[in-house]
C-alpha cells in the first residue's frame, strides 16, 4: 500500500466543519470513490468533524489517499485533544448522547464507511480514524 498524497484540515470552529466537508468531497473525487461511498464519507466525516469541535475543543482531520494493488482509498482521522470517551460503547450506543444531540454520530459514521478505528480514554483526547475504498 502506498499513499499518493496527504494533508492536513484543521478543525477548530464549526465553520471548519464545511471546510472539511468541501475538502472530502474534492479528495474522495480524486480518490475515484463512486458517487454514493463520496456521500457516505462526507456524511460520516462531517459526523466526526461536528464532535471534534462540540465535544473535543477542537481538532484536525489528517487525510490520505491510498492506492493499493487494485484500488485507491481515501483515509480520514479526526484527532483531538479534548476530555476523551469515558465509556466507548456506551457512546457508540445509537441515541446515546452525553449533551443535546440525537447520538447518532459515531453509530451512524460507523455504518457509513468500510474501515472505523475508535481510539479514546479519559484525558487523552479522541482519535477516529475511517476509509472508505474503491
Ligand atoms: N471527540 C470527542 N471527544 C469527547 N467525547 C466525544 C467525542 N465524540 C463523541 N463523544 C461522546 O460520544 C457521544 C456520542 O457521540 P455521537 O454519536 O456523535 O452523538 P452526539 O454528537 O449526538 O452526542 C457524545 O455525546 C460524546 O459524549
Ligand atoms: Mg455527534
Avoid: H
Wanted: proline content about 2%; glycine content about 14%.
Amino acid at each position: 500500500m502506498s499513499v499518493r498524497n496527504q494533508g492536513i484540515v484543521p478543525i477548530r470552529v464549526e465553520q471548519d466543519v464545511v471546510l472539511a466537508r468541501q475538502a472530502v468531497r474534492k479528495l474522495a473525487q480524486e480518490c475515484g470513490l463512486r458517487l454514493v461511498d463520496q456521500t457516505k464519507l462526507i456524511t460520516a466525516a462531517s459526523e466526526l468533524a461536528r464532535n471534534a469541535v462540540i465535544y473535543g475543543g477542537g481538532g484536525d482531520m489528517d487525510w490520505q489517499i491510498l492506492d493499493e494493488e487494485g484500488r485507491s482509498g481515501l483515509r480520514l482521522t479526526f484527532r483531538d485533544e479534548g476530555p476523551g470517551i469515558g465509556d466507548i460503547r456506551q457512546a457508540m450506543t445509537d441515541g446515546w448522547s452525553s449533551g443535546t444531540g440525537l447520538g447518532l454520530g459515531l453509530s451512524g459514521a460507523k455504518r457509513l464507511v468500510s474501515e472505523f478505528e475508535l481510539d479514546s480514554a479519559p484525558g487523552k483526547g479522541t482519535r477516529v480514524s475511517i476509509a472508505r475504498w474503491t
